[in-house]
């Protein structure tokens, strides 16, 4: 079902965007002259909202309808064929409330889909059998069969994946606080107390990364920063099969080592921008800080500031000689890429990849990502909302669609002769992803949400399972003190 009220809904809801003088420092990408003086500066915001109102409204509408409306599973990716992803069930969750508030969905319509997603996993069949189970121990498979909900092909039960599919839960389950939504409330409750974290201590204290039937565990554990800081939150925070204290200890204890300076900024570094936004999605990390960040003096939405600031000031630098890089144009993190192959450009060897975790000094091939600016605009507004508005009107079209914007871009990979797995090459214009994924259309819709409102936030704080996830981490201050 297309959703045609959305076009003149979304114009009703009352906006929270921009509201500081920092908000408006390049606004050259929104079409505004530079040095304007605060006044016609604050003139702006209408612009801006009505950008971002566009920007959520399409990006709801590809995961309200390209989710199956049955089983509320969401696809890996669109519109190539393929397999369930729980990530993306999750996001499709989050997804829900914030529609109803934008009024793109009824709250009844969204409430429908959230309940027929709930009664499907809570019912889908778990067991260790190789096939035909959508889970086992409470978790659930990486990818599933988007029709049956059955494990795809050998991938992995996946402790991230489930903590992902389990935020969305814990959203709607806090979000449908009506007497007529309690069946929401209860079933969200079952699926998440039955996920047994303790048996996913293949080496304790620490979770492992996965499990598959055919040899177990797999030989990782979730430790140092990472996205995996909502896996331990929600699983110290679980009622039943809770990790022990020591598990947070545990996955931060190395922490220090990757503290230190990039781009200018001291912050504790991964390259692949997304590390810095998953667990950000769902949980409020503003003035709340543990042990390690208490003795830093900063919080962790402050150290994704600075990894946000440092990718910025990386693209300023473009050691590489990238095209393209620049305030308009910046962002690594996991997506979408051309092609695996090596060319020679530029009178240099340059390695491309198809879907690759990019970073700055990890892999850089010159692919862009938007959900890197979109997912990041709480922490650095000033700089995230211009070079996404400046992405739509560089690249029109070819990065912007019905659905938001398209995985990924590459300026700089233009040799049309390659054979590429996702996507085109424009001639004169570079590489253009042609789907878009679940896992980072996500991000976009749920942060551009939660610095317009604070939605998410707002509801999760009043969570119980993540308020007591967060304080048998050992985080104090901030709105957990009140």
């Known amino acids: 079902m297309r959703l045609r009220h959305l076009e003149c809904r979304s114009a009703q809801v009352k906006s929270e965007a921009v509201t500081t003088r920092r908000d408006f420092l390049r606004l050259g990408a929104l079409g505004l002259g530079a040095g304007l003086a605060w006044p016609a ?17 399409r990006t ?53 889909r959230v309940l027929a997603t709930l009664r499907f996993l809570e019912s889908a069949p778990q067991g260790d059998a190789p096939s035909g189970m959508t889970g086992h121990q409470g978790f659930f498979y990486h990818f599933v069969d988007m029709a049956r909900g059955a494990r795809f092909e050998t991938t992995e039960l996946s402790t991230i994946d489930t903590a992902l599919l389990l935020g969305g839960i814990l959203f709607c389950q806090s979000y449908f606080d009506r ?16 996920v047994d974290w303790r048996w996913s201590m293949a080496r304790p204290p620490l979770v492992a990364l996965g499990w598959n039937p055919e ?7 979730w430790r140092a920063y990472s996205e995996a800081m909502l896996v331990y939150i929600l699983a110290l925070g679980a009622p039943d099969h809770a990790l022990p204290a020591e598990s947070w200890a545990a996955w ?23 590390i810095h936004q998953y667990s950000h999605i769902w949980v409020d990390f503003r003035g709340i800080r543990d042990d390690f960040m208490r003795g830093k003096g900063i919080d962790y939405f402050e150290n994704s500031r600075r990894a946000t600031l440092a990718q910025y000031a990386y693209a300023q630098a473009n050691p590489m000689g990238w095209r393209g890089y620049g305030h308009r144009l910046w962002g690594l993190t996991a997506c979408d890429g051309p092609a695996d192959t090596t060319l020679a450009m530029d009178g ?9 975790g990019r970073g700055a000094g990890r892999f850089d091939d010159g692919t862009v990502a938007p959900t890197a600016a979109g997912g990041s605009i709480p922490f650095a507004p000033e700089i995230c909302i211009p070079t996404l508005a400046a992405m739509k009107r560089d690249h029109g079209a070819h990065l912007y669609g019905e659905f938001g914007f398209f995985d990924a871009l590459n300026p700089s990979f233009s040799n049309a002769s390659i054979p590429i797995r996702h996507g085109r090459v424009v001639p004169g214009r570079g590489w253009y992803d042609t789907d878009h994924l679940g896992i980072d259309q996500g991000p976009i819709l749920a942060m551009i949400e939660n610095y317009r409102s604070g939605l998410v936030w707002r509801v999760m704080r009043g969570n119980p399972h993540i308020r007591r ?12 003190g009140g």
């Open 60 to 112: 709801f509408r590809f995961f309200w309808e390209t989710t199956n409306p049955e089983n509320g599973l969401a696809r890996d990716r669109w519109p190539t064929p393929s397999f369930a992803s729980m990530a993306a069930v999750g996001f499709a969750l989050t997804a829900l409330p914030i529609g109803v508030e934008r009024r793109f969905v009824a709250r009844g319509t969204a409430a429908a």
């Open 179 to 194: 007497p007529d939504e309690r069946e929401i409330r209860e079933r969200a409750e079952r699926i998440y107390t039955r």
């Open 348 to 356: 240099r060897r340059r390695l491309f990849r198809t879907y690759a």
């Open 469 to 480: 996830g967060l304080e048998r981490a050992g985080f104090t201050g901030g709105w957990l």
């Open 41 to 57: 500066l604050a003139a702006a915001r209408p612009r801006i909202d009505a950008f971002l109102d566009d920007v959520q409204r």
């Open 215 to 221: 040899s177990g565990f797999l030989p990782y554990d």
């Open 252 to 274: 931060s204890a190395t922490l220090a080592e990757h503290w230190g300076q990039e781009g200018g900024q001291e912050f504790v570094r991964y390259p692949s921008l997304f």
